[in-house]
Structures are given as structure tokens and as C-alpha cells.
């Protein structure tokens, strides 16, 4: 089994996202859509709005009636009426006519415009006066001027944020078709591991791994399905695998980065059924031991066992794996530009991933590497993000901007 | 009821959120506390790590047995053993000596470093060759390096990301103390407005405005609960107001934008028992006609109708209240970076909220303000983020460095 395999950059690796299926889609109530990627296009069924819709508080009016209106020199409108919220106006507006409307308010036919309450004076029941002028379209919104009547709305891929919520409220979808959201299975390997209610021993660590990666899987909008922990025992971590591999989308092995016990990662790895070895090592650091397998068009990870190396891992590289099978499309990831605050030296050849901590100082936005070993929790608790340094850069200078990945 | 309010600045509004209590706790299991506000200090109960750690694979040694260490003049040292993973081992580490360790195993007593294996060679079963000399303490973690006995590990009114929920486990805590995500009751107002459920008549729209709250209130990590719409009627929305007073630890009421329901809805406001209108107008747009008010220690908020003025408000205004109940302490919130890409004017006299989109091109992240009339929905669909154009500005010019509130 141990065939030579050759690190690959993280580009390589991420374009085996694509040859991962999509998971099944549901109909959900619309209270639930938040976040969730939807699965097909909406496409709209009526013009938003349906009807000339006010903007402001005023009066109704023929733009025309207003052209040349000024304190000194006002126009005089006679009122025809008043529009009432959620009704529909019974009459129409001619030249010097006008009608009080609120905001919200259906503009009445004949009128184009809606002069501001504060640019006229009620003379009397049935006269204002009007000290500017309006343009066509002002302080109104045209039918359709929103969304068109069968225009594709939101789109197959987007992610429902409460503004989209929103816009399927008003074209009255109770139901979104959005993707499932997939079961990631998480294994903690390690004879050193003792689950998290236990005392550890000498030379015993608590199962961090577990319950990290449980959280990052939640945030990443997929559902953890956890496996507890196996020793290094070949049968076992076959028969764990085994059973991940039938409940799960995905499954995320960690522990395991000395060398053998990466080799039997990859040995169990390999004899399950319909499995391919498609990454033995990643250009990065943290996270160079990462092993990525196709099982049964499953993602199968092997995670460095350090936790911050993992949840490095986990963020750069499997993360985009998951969205991807959630039907995600046109992501659009902000990383925050920043100023490193001192030089960081690093190697050539591998892509460094340096936690760092954004600190806002006279209206100047810097990133502040945390100083300490990469194998400190403490590191990765004081971190706001990390800052990616180039394969082929040998480090970066301070006041070198910088783009952060927030954890 | 038409006493005189003084506009306020936002300033001013977001100093009342202090005044305002917290909402109680509760202890929740670890797999639950993503994204959940810790309510009180976490203190570790012993040493993390408890035992010396190796960091690489390699071997445990006394840094001084490889001091001056070279390819041309390698060490050699006596092997004294190998460290099994999660064993304490029995034996310790003299001057001249060395044992077998892979990463996270225990140093043996005696030793005080670790030579990583690719500096070595094994000569024979008992003997290896080191070509490099380490410094005390390299390769692996002192015992209370990560985190010292007693020390204040997490604080109470800390956010709790998944390294957080990493760092109690590895305490073993299976449970944390955290604040109760409060209730907040949603009522939509306006007789145009008809739930999304039904075909709207002519001047009429769908209730927008409660679907998109119920998500940002979910999105900020708080309960929504809908009392449905109100008609503009005075004693339905004191009897709704009511309900909600006794059912919420918050009210939102939206609609209502125009002058005379806004009287109205400060009227009803008015006559709940032990109510106080803090606000009646700030200094921002969209947003100017936002009310609040505080009801028996709750704040009840009277927004604007239109759904995006309303989303402005939630984000700059409302948000900060609910995190400030939810418990939240020394908030970070990111606001990212962005180059204008073109001139916007406002007016001097309130801040001006302007939806953007984020573009990157050749490493420079450009804010584009969105145009279009402000009343269209699509504009914020449309956005990543809101940037504020100051309150004594007259209007930012092409290429201005702003903050963007991401959306």
C-alpha cells in the first residue's frame, strides 16, 4: 500500500470539489430558509409591484400640473380626493388636480408622480398650493419597476439571506426547494484519545477533534454525525468507515498524523469498497498530511490530529467541499483587507496559513500574527482569522496588505 | 399625545441599549453552544497540556546531547526505548540518549525536546545518527504552555465559535451556563397588507415584513414570534402590543410610516403600562421615522414600513439592543475594508446608510453603490453591504477608503 503519492497544491485538490454530487433537495416552509441554498430558480408571476406605489407622504399629481412651481411663483391644485391604504383609488387625476396619499399609497390613474407633503400648503378642503416642481416617476414606483412579470428572481445555488426571505414573502412562495443538507460522519482515531467526560490518563488527551469539527460542520450548514473515537486498529476503523460510509455524505477521519499511522489511515482508506486515493498531502501549513478519498462518489477526509491543524484544514480545504456538494454556486467569500502589522517569514513550496488577529486603529484595519507554537489551542482562541502566504513567497514585509479568512 | 420629539443621533439611540436587561440563563449541552453567548467565566481546572507533548515525530532527547550536531559531525546516541501513544513511559531520558516518540506522544522524564526522525538516521536497533541540534523546549509543548490551572480560559459574554467549543471539551465541560436567546415578537401593521398566503387585491401588498425580521431576528440569535398583521386600529394594536409585552423579551413593529400612523402607533405605545418613548426619530436614512420606546423594561420599536428601511434599521440600530440583551460583551464586529468606486452625495444632518456591492479586481476590493430608487427591493437583494456616509459629510468622492457592514 504505500504507493508514492505526490503532494498536491491546494488548487489541485480543490478542483475535485466539482466531482462530488449534489445532495437531494426538500421543500421547506419559508421560516426555515435561512441560510439554506436553493435548488431551483424562482421566476416571478406578477409584476412587484402591481400597482403605482407611492414613496413618500404627499399629494398625488400630474408632473406637468408642477413644471415652473416655486416659492414665489406656486402652483395651485384643486384636490379630488384621498387615497386610502390598501384601497383602490376611484377616481382619476387630471391636469391641476391632485389627491393626499401616503406612503405605500396606489397612485390614481391619470397622476405620474407624488409631490412631498413639505413642498405645499393646504389652502383650504380643496386647494394646495405647491412651491416646487416634480419630474415624471418621482416619489412613485412604477408597476414592474421592482421585478418583472417571469423574471428569474433568485437563482438555482444562491444562498437565502433574510433580504431573499423576504422577496419570496412578497411573491407569496410558503415553500422553497432548497438543497438537504448533508451529514458529515466525524471518526476521532488516536489510542491517546479519551471521550471528553472522561479523566484522561497520563499521556491522554480529551477528544477536542470531535466536537470542533461537529461545529465547523454545523457552520458550514451540514448536519455532524458523530462516530466517536476508534483506536489504531485496522478492523475497527474499517468497521467505523464502514458505517459512516452508509450513513453519511461525507466523513471526516481525524487524528493520525505521525507517519504509520497515516499509512493505515490510508489502508483502510483504500479497502473500502469503490474507493480511489485522490490526495496523499497538501502544499500547506499547517495541514500537509491531509488525505482526501473517493469512496463511493463520498468524500472521505484524513485530518491532521492536531485540532488547529484540523479546523485549518477543515476551512480551507474541506469546507469548500461541503458547500459544494450543498448546491452552492457563485459564492462569494469576503476576505477583509488588512495591513500585517510585522514581518512573517515563510517557507517556499507550501502555501502558509498564519493566524492572526484584526486589530482597527485610527480608521487603519491590521492583521496581528499571534505569536506562540502552531500546536497551542490558545493560538487559535485569540485568532480572528488567518492570512494565506503564497507558495511562492518566502514571507511577507509588515504593511504588506493582506486579505483575512475569518474563523 | 403630538408632544415634541427631538430627533435623535445614533449615538445617542445606541447608549440606551445599556438600560436594558440581560436575559436569563440556562446550561445547554456542548453540541449546542455554536453561535450562543457564554454567561459566565470558564476557569481551568488543571494544566493543558497535563504532560510534555512532542510536537513532530522524531525522537525525545536533552537538547545538550546534540549541541554543535552537524551532517559532517553527526551525534550519536543510544536508544533508549520508544513512547507508546496514550502511555506514560517507564523509563527516562539520560545525557547520550534518545526514544522513539510520534507526535502528541509523552516526553519521557529526563528529556527536554524533540529532534524531528528527518535529522536522524537509525543506525542500528540501538543507536541513531542526528544531524542538526534542537534547542530545550523545541518540537513539543511544555506542560501549561496552551493553558495554566486556574486561569481564566473563556469569559462570561463571549461569543462561542467552534474553537471555543473546542477549548471546552478539552476541559471536559459537557455543558455550558449561557444566556437564553430572548423572544422577540414581531407585529406588521398597515391596512394594505395581507399575509403571503393570499393573492393581494388591487393597492394591496404581501407582509414582507414580518418574514424578513423573523430571519435577521434568528440571524443575530434571537426567537422570533409572529403575532401576525394589525390594521390600522387603535385598539387591536394595543391588544397585540399587549400580548406581545407579557409573550417577548422585545417587540418590533413595522408599517406605519407615514405621519399620521406614526402618532398612532406612539399613542398605543404610550398607554401600555409602565412605557417610556425614548426615541421618536433618528438621525439616520433610510430609518428617520424609528420609534422606541421601553415597556416594563423592554424595548418596543416602532420601524418603518417599507421592508428595506426596515432591514436598515434592524442592522445599525436594533441589532446592537438584542446583542446587548443576549449578553454579549466586547462584540468584534468586522466591517470590511473597500475603495468607492464612485462619487455618492448625502445630506448633511444624518447618516446616510448606502447599499453596496463588494467587487474585487487586481487585489482591490471596490465598494459600488447600488442604484435605484431606495423604495425597490431589489436594491438589497442586490447588496453585500450597507457603508455609512457620516452625519456632518456632504458625501464621499471615488476611491474614499469606507467600512462596509456586510449584509
Given amino acids: 500500500m ?3 503519492f505526490k503532494v498536491k497544491s491546494l488548487d489541485q485538490v480543490l478542483e475535485y470539489a466539482s466531482g462530488f454530487p449534489h445532495t437531494g433537495t ?3 416552509p419559508l421560516s426555515d430558509t435561512l441560510g439554506r441554498i436553493l435548488a431551483k430558480d424562482i421566476v416571478s408571476d406578477v409584476d412587484l409591484p402591481d400597482f403605482m ?6 399629494y398625488a399629481v ?5 413644471f415652473g412651481a416655486s416659492e414665489a411663483n406656486p402652483a395651485y391644485l384643486n384636490i379630488r380626493g384621498a387615497v386610502y391604504m390598501g384601497q383602490s383609488p376611484d377616481f382619476s387625476i387630471g391636469p391641476g388636480e391632485c389627491a393626499r396619499i401616503s406612503t405605500g399609497g396606489m397612485v390614481p390613474p391619470g397622476a405620474d408622480s407624488v409631490i412631498m407633503i413639505e413642498h405645499t400648503e393646504a389652502m383650504d378642503d380643496t386647494t394646495i398650493e405647491v412651491f416646487r416642481s416634480v419630474a415624471p416617476g418621482q416619489h412613485m414606483i412604477e408597476i414592474g419597476e421592482d421585478f418583472k412579470n417571469e423574471e428569474i428572481i433568485l437563482s438555482r445555488g444562491q444562498k437565502l439571506r433574510p433580504q431573499e426571505t423576504g422577496l419570496l414573502a412578497a411573491f407569496g412562495k410558503q415553500r422553497a426547494e432548497v438543497f438537504k443538507k448533508p451529514v458529515i460522519g466525524i471518526i476521532s482515531t488516536g489510542d491517546e484519545v479519551v471521550p471528553i467526560e472522561k479523566s484522561p490518563g497520563s499521556g491522554q488527551i480529551r477528544d477536542i477533534n470531535t466536537h470542533t469539527l461537529s461545529a465547523l460542520v454545523r457552520e458550514a450548514g451540514a448536519i455532524p454525525l458523530v462516530f466517536g473515537i476508534v483506536q489504531d486498529d485496522y478492523d475497527m476503523l474499517f468497521e467505523k468507515c464502514s458505517q459512516a460510509l452508509s450513513q453519511s455524505d461525507m466523513v471526516l477521519i481525524s487524528g493520525g498524523s505521525s507517519v504509520g499511522v497515516r499509512d493505515f489511515t490510508i489502508e483502510v482508506l483504500s479497502a473500502l469498497p469503490e474507493s480511489d486515493i485522490l490526495v496523499h498531502g497538501i502544499s500547506i501549513s ?6 482526501l478519498a473517493k469512496v463511493r462518489n463520498k468524500a472521505f477526509w484524513g485530518l491532521p490530529g492536531h485540532v488547529v491543524s484540523a479546523m485549518v484544514v477543515f476551512s480551507i480545504v474541506v469546507r469548500p467541499f461541503i458547500e459544494h456538494i450543498c448546491g452552492l454556486g457563485h459564492k462569494k467569500e469576503i476576505r477583509v483587507p488588512a495591513l500585517l502589522s510585522r514581518n512573517v517569514s515563510s517557507a517556499q513550496g507550501r502555501a502558509d496559513y498564519v493566524r492572526v488577529r ?3 486603529k485610527d480608521g487603519v484595519l491590521r492583521a496581528e ?10 493560538t487559535i482562541i485569540k485568532a480572528d482569522g488567518l492570512i494565506e502566504i503564497g507558495i511562492n513567497t518566502e514571507g511577507l514585509d509588515k ?8 474563523l
Same sequence: chains 1, 2.
Fill in 2 to 4: 504505500k504507493e508514492f
Fill in 26 to 28: 426538500e421543500e421547506i
Fill in 53 to 58: 406605489r407611492a414613496t413618500m407622504d404627499g
Fill in 62 to 66: 400630474r408632473a406637468s400640473s408642477t
Fill in 286 to 291: 499547517p495541514g500537509k498530511p491531509t488525505i
Fill in 358 to 360: 484584526l486589530i482597527e
Fill in 369 to 378: 500574527p499571534i505569536l506562540g507554537k502552531s500546536g497551542l489551542l490558545n
Fill in 399 to 406: 504593511d504588506t496588505k493582506v486579505f483575512v479568512i475569518i
